[in-house]
């Protein structure tokens, strides 16, 4: 039987606190790839259509599945201008170590704004 060997190319790695947080099946698989995608720089800017397209998962689902990452304060994201002067979204992993992203969202009382330029709730 042959032993296992790590791969030396090719791979990334996620925070052993990623499996704290309570993700779906959709918003892991997401953030997964965005933490594939960034590598260390921890800003990458995939298309929606490449995201479908390498994870399998449709378009409105990633959409909505980016705006929970976003809102729990996992991810963030961005606008960025192209050479050619098309805008893309730019994805930034934000720290694992922020306590808001282990707040539930389920509760009216809980919920975090949507939008950055929200008022936190008192």
């Given at each position: ?10 791979f990334?790695?996620l925070p ?9 099946p ?6 997964s790839y ?11 800017w995939?298309?929606?259509?490449t995201?479908?397209a390498k ?13 929970v990452?976003e809102k ?9 201008k ?9 994805y930034t ?15 009216e009382a809980?919920?975090?704004?949507l ?5 936190f709730?008192?």
């Amino acid at each position: 039987m042959k032993l296992y060997e790590p791969p030396t190319k090719e791979f990334f790695r996620l925070p052993n606190k990623i499996f704290d947080l309570g993700l779906t099946p959709i918003q892991f698989t997401l953030y997964s790839y965005l933490v594939s995608c960034a590598g260390s720089s921890k800003i990458c800017w995939p298309s929606l259509k490449t995201i479908c397209a390498k994870t399998g998962i449709g378009l409105t689902a990633v959409q909505d599945h980016l705006k929970v990452l976003e809102k729990r304060q996992i991810i963030q994201i961005g606008k960025r201008k192209t050479r050619n002067g098309n805008w893309n979204n730019e994805y930034t992993l934000l720290s694992l170590d922020n306590p808001e992203i282990y707040r539930d969202l389920d509760s009216e009382a809980d919920e975090l704004p949507l939008f950055i330029g929200e008022n936190f709730p008192a």
